[in-house]
C-alpha cells in the first residue's frame, strides 16, 4: 500500500516535470523564433539606414561639388574663363594684407587692349568675344601659376603678381606683349596689341587701390605714348 501510494505519486511528479520541461522548451524555440526574426528586421533597417546614409552622403558630396562650381562661377569671367572684377578685388586686399604682415613684394599690371572697338564693328561681336577669350587664355599661359589674370572691364584686363617687383613685372609684361602682337587670334585671325601700366605695392600704400590708381596711370602714359608698350610707374 504505503511504498504503491509513493511510487504513484513519485510518476505524477515526474510526469508534471517532464510537462513542464516540454513547454518550457516550446516557450524557448518561440522566443528563439521571435529572436531570429527581430534580428532579421534588425538587419533589414540596418542595410537600409546603411543605405540612407550612402544616398545622405552622395547627396551631401554633390551638394558641396555644386556650392563650389556656383562659387567658382561667381568669381569668374564667363565669357573668357579669366577672374572677374569681384574676385581680383577679394584676392588683391589678401595679398594687400599679406604683404603688409610678411614684406613679400607684390606687382600688378593693369592691360587694355588697343583699338579693340574697331575690331567689333569691322568683323563682328562674336570674332570679337573670340580674340577677348583667346587673349585672356594667352595671358594665363604665359604668366605664373601663382599669377592671377582677371577681366577688369571690356577690354581691360589685370594680373597680380605676388612676390613680384615692379621691374619683373614689367618685364614679364614685355614678353607677353611681343607674343601677343605676333600670334593672330580667334577663327579670323585677328591681330592686336595691347598696352599695360606696371606698379608694385609701395609702403606708403594706405589701400590696396592705390596701386591700381597707379597702374591705370601707368597704362594711360602709354596709351599716350603711341600704345603697344608697357610703362611701369
Known sequence: GYIA??????????????RELELRSAALAEANARLESNNRKLALRTAELARLNADLEESSAALARANARLEELAGTDPLTGAANRRQFLEAMAREFGRVRRYGDGLALALI??????????????????????EF???????????????????????????????????QLMERVRERVAA???????ITITFSAGVTALEPADDDPLDAVHRADTALRRAKAGGKNRVERS
Open 5 to 18: 501510494v509513493v511510487l504513484e505519486e513519485g510518476r505524477r511528479n515526474a510526469f508534471v516535470t517532464a
Open 136 to 170: 585672356a587664355a594667352a595671358l594665363r599661359a604665359q604668366t605664373r601659376a601663382v599669377d592671377l589674370v582677371a577681366r577688369y572691364g571690356g577690354e581691360e584686363f589685370v594680373v597680380l603678381m605676388p612676390g613680384c617687383d615692379a621691374e619683373s613685372a614689367a
Open 183 to 189: 600670334t593672330p587670334l580667334g577663327s579670323r585671325g
Open 112 to 133: 587694355d587692349l588697343d583699338d579693340f572697338g574697331p575690331v567689333n564693328k569691322r568683323h563682328g561681336v562674336i570674332a570679337g568675344d573670340e580674340v577677348l577669350a
